[in-house]
């Protein structure tokens, strides 16, 4: 009889390793595939930061380091321009 107890008891054990050990493989899985779409997330955010980075270099060296007078006067129209 106690040999009957100890036997299911084994066997009760090693499905419930078991169940364990799928339970952590999914959730491994899980937290790896959310790891990976944060990842990828950051990636386009980069690359729009990037992007961004270099539309402003290219207006800097369109604008070529002008000081604000002779910004202004390039870009107003001739008869809104201010008198000197």
Do not use: S
């Amino acid at each position: 009889m106690i040999a009957l107890f100890v036997g299911l008891f084994a066997k009760i054990k090693i499905y419930l390793f078991i169940g364990l050990a799928v339970a952590a493989a999914v959730a491994g899985a899980l937290f790896v595939a959310r790891q990976g779409g944060r990842n990828a997330e950051k990636v386009d955010q980069l690359k729009r930061e990037l992007e961004g980075v270099r539309v402003r270099r290219e207006v800097e060296v369109d604008v070529g380091g002008d000081t604000d007078d002779e910004l202004d006067d390039r870009l107003r129209p001739p008869a809104r321009r201010k008198l000197r």
